[in-house]
DNA sequence: ACCTGAACACCGTTCAAGT
DNA sequence: ACCTGAACACCGTTCAAGT
C-alpha cells in the first residue's frame, strides 16, 4: 500500500457499519430522519448506494444502529449514588440525548430499542431500583412509568408548538379565533408554547419519584 | 340521475375528505402505516390516485385527518364527574384508542395534535383540572404530566417485546444467553413480556393523580 | 472481498387533457 | 367540478458483472 493509497483511506475513511450509523445520525440531525435515503448516505459515504449492503443488512438495520447509539451515549451514574439521584440523573440525561436527536423518539417508538446499549442502560437502570429495595414488580412498575415519562415528555418537546413554530405561524391567530369554542386551550396556549421542558419534566419526574418511594418502606 | 346511477353512487360512495380518511383509518389497522400509500388508498376506493388530491391536501393531510378522527373517538367525561375519575376515564379511554389503532401514536409524535377535535379534547381536559382548583401553572404541569404518561405507555405496549415476538421469536432465547451481562434484564424480562398493559398504565396514573392532588390544598 | 450499473417494483405529486 | 394518463423525480433492494 503505497503512502497516496494509506491517505486516501484515513481522509475518506474506511466503510464500516459503525461510520455508516455515525454519518446517517449526522445527516438526520441536519436534515431529518424523513429525507435519510440510502442514495444520499452513500453520497455522503462517497460510495453509491448499494456498498452499504456490503455492511449493513438494511435501512432497517441502519435505523437501529442509530437508536442504540444515541442510548449508548446516555452517561451511567456511579454505582453508589442514591437511587434517586441516579434516577433524576438517568432521566434528564436520556432526555437531552432524545432532545439532541429529535429523530430517535419516533423511530424508537416503532423499532423498540434492543440493541446491546440499550439493553446495558436497562440493565443499569433495573440495577438501581432493585438495589434500592424495590420488589420485582415494583422495579417493573418503576421501568415503565420512567420510561413512559421520558418518552412522553420528549413527544411533547417534539410537538411543541413553539418549537414548530415555523409550520404553524399562524397558530397564536388561530387560538385567539376560537377562543370561545376552546377557552382553557386559548389561556393556557402560552404556558405551553414557552414552556421550559427540562424544568416541566424533572417537575413530573420528582412526583413520580415521591410516588414510587412510597412504596419502598 | 336514473336508479343505477343512484345505487353505484351509494355502494361506492361518494369520494369526500371524511370518507378518504375513514378508509385510510381501516387500512392502516389492518395493513399499518407504512403499507398505505396514495395508490392504494385510491384503489380502495375504486378510484386513481390523482382523484384524491381534489379533496384532500395531501397525504400530510390525511395523516392528520387520521390523528383528529381518532382523538375524536376518545368519549368526554359528563361535567360534574369529580376530577379524580374524569382523569382517570379520559386516560384510560385515550389509551384505548391509541392501542386500537398502534399507528397514531408514531404519528402524533412526528405531526402534532392540532386538529378540531385533538383541541376539543385537551380543552376539555384543562377545563376538568381548572374546574378541579389547580392554578393555571399546576394545570399545565398536570396536562404535560397526563399526556406524557399516556403517550409513554402506548409506546411501551407498541415496542412490547411480547406483542412483537413475531419479529423476535428467539428474544428469550437471546437474553437467556446473555443473563450474566444483563442479569436483571434477563430476571425481569418475562414481566415484560407479559405484563396487563391497563393494569400497569393505571397503576401510574394513580400515583400521578396523587402527586398531583396534593398541590391543590 | 468489496464496489458498481442496470434494473425492478414501487413512491408522492403535478399537470394538461378529458368529461 | 371531478377524474384520468402520462410524466417527473424520487425510493429500497437485488443481482450479475466487474476489480
Redesign the pocket.
Given at each position: 500500500m503505497t503512502y497516496d493509497e494509506d491517505m486516501a483511506t484515513r481522509t475518506r475513511g474506511?466503510?464500516t457499519r459503525d461510520r455508516i450509523i455515525e454519518v446517517a445520525i449526522a445527516f438526520a440531525d441536519e436534515h431529518g430522519v424523513e429525507?435519510?435515503?440510502?442514495?444520499?448516505?452513500?453520497a455522503e459515504l462517497?460510495?453509491?448506494?448499494?456498498?452499504?449492503?456490503?455492511?449493513v443488512?438494511?435501512?432497517?438495520?441502519?435505523y437501529d444502529g442509530m437508536i442504540d447509539f444515541v442510548v449508548g451515549a446516555i452517561p451511567l451514574p456511579d454505582e453508589d449514588t442514591v437511587w434517586q439521584n441516579a434516577i433524576r440523573a438517568l432521566g434528564t440525561d436520556a432526555m437531552e440525548q432524545f432532545s439532541a436527536h429529535p429523530w430517535v423518539a419516533p423511530l424508537m417508538m416503532t423499532r423498540g430499542m434492543f440493541g446491546p446499549a440499550a439493553l446495558r442502560f436497562m440493565d443499569r437502570v433495573l440495577a438501581v431500583l432493585s438495589n434500592a429495595g424495590f420488589t420485582d414488580e415494583d422495579t417493573h412498575h418503576a421501568w415503565q412509568m420512567l420510561a413512559s415519562h421520558t418518552m412522553g415528555y420528549t413527544f411533547q418537546q417534539a410537538t411543541n408548538p413553539g418549537a414548530i413554530d415555523d409550520k404553524f405561524d399562524g397558530l397564536d391567530v388561530l387560538v385567539a379565533q376560537l377562543a370561545e369554542e376552546f377557552p382553557h386551550v386559548a389561556r393556557l396556549a402560552p404556558l405551553l408554547a414557552q414552556c421550559e421542558f427540562r424544568h416541566e419534566f424533572e417537575f413530573g419526574l420528582d412526583i413520580i419519584i415521591d410516588g414510587l418511594e412510597a412504596r419502598l418502606n
Open positions: 474506511t466503510l429525507a435519510l435515503s440510502m442514495r444520499k448516505l452513500g462517497g460510495v453509491e448506494a448499494m456498498s452499504l449492503y456490503n455492511h443488512d438494511n435501512k432497517d438495520d441502519i
